[in-house]
């Protein structure tokens, strides 16, 4: 039986760039050790989710680790929590909040309340969490920015309600349930909202945003009502130990809500442009010492991407490519080894693309095929053919050593 | 947000033809234009349903569209009556029938009537169409040559009723209920067949037929009952505004029930051999102006097909290839343009074939593949791989910038 190793590399597909004369970065910088992984393995291209579907990290990291996403995911506050790192657990209801700044009689002011972001949403959500409303307890965590995420647990909990969010009009909503059995958690968002408003608007830290010209943010504005979805724990499916090798938040969030163990980075390993990328590399082949399976992520040519920077990207490339050398020098015999990426962030869109991405999967004794270059239309000529994300575990999994036969 | 033009060319894939040195028509004929197409953007491969399905126009124009068929598609019936060109609404019961010549007993002597076809259908049908039993309308239309579509529309209808037709043996059969709720259907559908008979056997044109050595149409054998489909309209879904550029009923038929505008069209564009494709190509474009999305089906390599004519294919494929260079001369910047076939048409088959079709997406700052001709062997390796028709649809959002993020 053998070990896998899946790394991530966050984004990097990508589409034709008006500053690599057309081509993408994979295309416009030579990667040898990339390249010699796909030479000597199996190439392919992947959709994560399904032929045009724009995903998300989140979606996009759950389909790659072999789950039927649209059965999970159920409305966006949940995975704003796992993002922020709470802890969460089966039954909860999580929403999605901005911090706003409202008048009295609950008009909008400014729905991001001038951008506040940590520490000083640190400073307001401390004064938020020791809160229970009618047996059910209120966690509030800051997340990117304005935003926050609000976790609502206790028994009699649905969450089908409405957004308190108006979008587009004035005026803060009522939160309304959906059905009967919503009733009484509509109420308690309600009697929420009030006891929010009270323990912000006179804040320390509004009175100080207010002395200095800022909008205060004296009101948390919940939207994206969803129930934490169960999910199988991923060592449970496949009866493999598992850890993650991540410096992003949202990252290690969801794997802690797969079963999955977060492995411990040193702070040179950040997730942002100037991570250490050969240490991380050396996390992750020590952390295969002791598990069966690492999911690794490299979070630095999706930031790149949504800069919108093909030159940056490309230098990111040339980085990723060093670290695949080191790992070709220090993996052990019995790896099967897949490079991949969750979603393209082309530089043309600074956002996620829908893209198909590039694949590369290799273990001693694997198949090889015509693929020579491990970029979007290099691997496109490749023995995998075109994949979706749910199938890259079960392929590993096989070339691992690790599966039973299905009949006889 | 760009634009999208899908261009169905009905047909066009085929095998190795014995007439053009074993190879196929697009394999045989240079087409610089459709090439540039392919070497500027991404190629592919596409099952129209899945593989080694062979679908009809009406199910791949489904699929390409977008559909999962086979939750739509319930029966021929209500499809021969889109084909018709007939106005139906949710709740119809639509059949096929025959015109067919029977004896007083109702023994068939020709299940065909003789091939008879308009104008002298369209003269009977006349002689039918204003009959109501028990509350129910029933709408008669001609359709291809001794075929034609009735519709029943009124309250307490249910499709789950047997077929009139006998097929193999002689006799017209009652029409039965599958279960109680469809005793009533049963009961008038019976009723129908009698009225129908004491109305067309003494008709001035069956006379006519009769005199002229000819056998009669007197009557109409329904088979195939299904119900209409509710079909979500296409703009609905996507959230774009729809028009169809074409010239074939059966195709007007079906994006009109898909809630796509059909596009007036000129006489010259007649979805025949004859047709003007650089007028068709024109009035796409026009339409463009105003739709997010153009559907434009070019039906002529399907009919070539049909006769078996792989010479006469050829010389459409040249045609063709002409449209495509005013279109790559003409088209707008912002646009995502798809060259595709709806099924192979073999010209060695003279009928359709479960082949996969050739597929090529481009648009400005697409990723570009090493696929350089647009034929069934030449797009097999671009990036695109081999997909199905309904992922067009959703590539082509992306591609234009259309999607939502799934996810965060």
Redesign the interface.
């Known amino acids: 039986m053998k070990k896998i190793l899946l790394i991530v590399m966050d984004g990097l597909g990508?589409?034709?760039c008006?500053d690599l004369r057309?081509l993408?970065p994979l295309q416009f910088i030579r990667n040898p050790n990339m390249d010699w992984f796909v030479e000597h393995g199996s190439a392919?291209?992947c959709d994560p989710?399904?032929?045009?579907?724009?995903?998300?990290?989140?979606?996009?990291h759950l389909a790659i680790l072999g789950y039927d996403?649209q059965s999970i995911?159920s409305g966006?506050g949940p995975?704003?929590a796992i993002?922020a790192e709470m802890d969460i657990q089966p039954g909860d209801i999580a929403l999605r909040c901005n911090f706003a700044y409202v008048s009295d009689d609950m008009e909008v002011l400014d729905r991001r309340a001038g951008r506040i972001k940590a520490p000083e949403t640190t400073e307001l959500v401390d004064a938020l969490n020791d809160l229970e409303i009618d047996g059910v307890e209120f966690i509030v965590k800051e997340s990117t920015d304005h935003r926050a995420a609000l976790v609502l647990r206790g028994y009699g909990l649905d969450e089908r309600i409405t957004d308190v969010d108006p979008q587009g009009d004035n005026v803060l909503k009522t939160c309304e349930p959906l059905c009967e059995e919503a009733e009484f958690t509509a109420e308690v968002v309600n009697k929420f909202m009030v006891e929010c408003y009270n323990r912000l608007k006179n804040h320390p830290t509004n009175r100080k945003r207010m002395a200095a010209g800022l909008p205060p943010a004296n009101i948390l504005v919940p939207r994206g009502a969803g129930s934490f979805p169960y999910i199988e724990p991923f060592p449970y499916i496949h009866g493999i130990s598992a850890c993650c090798v991540s410096g992003v938040g949202?990252i290690k969030g969801i794997c802690k809500a797969c079963g999955i163990d977060v492995y411990p980075l040193p702070e040179s390993c950040n997730g942002g442009l100037d991570t250490d990328f050969i240490m991380k590399a050396d996390c992750a082949l020590e952390a295969l010492e002791d598990y069966d399976f690492v999911l690794m992520n490299c979070k630095a040519p999706d930031i790149a991407g949504h800069d919108g920077d093909a030159k940056l990207k490309s230098e990111v490339v040339k980085r990723l490519d060093a670290m695949m050398g080191h790992i070709r020098k220090n993996m052990p015999d019995d790896l099967v080894i897949v490079m991949t990426c969750d979603h393209c962030t082309p530089c043309?869109?600074k956002?996620?693309?829908?893209?198909?991405v590039p694949i590369a999967i290799y273990t001693k004794g694997c198949l090889r095929d015509e693929a020579k270059e491990f970029s979007?239309?290099g691997c496109?000529?490749g023995f995998l053919?075109?994949i979706r994300g749910r199938d890259i575990v079960p392929i590993c999994m096989d070339l691992a050593n690790r599966t039973e036969k299905y009949g006889s």
């Open positions: 990508d589409r034709g008006d057309g993408t392919g291209i989710i399904a032929p045009g579907i724009r995903p998300g990290s989140d979606t996009a996403v995911y966006r995975f704003e993002g949202m043309s869109l956002d996620h693309s829908g893209d198909p979007e239309s496109c000529h053919g075109r």
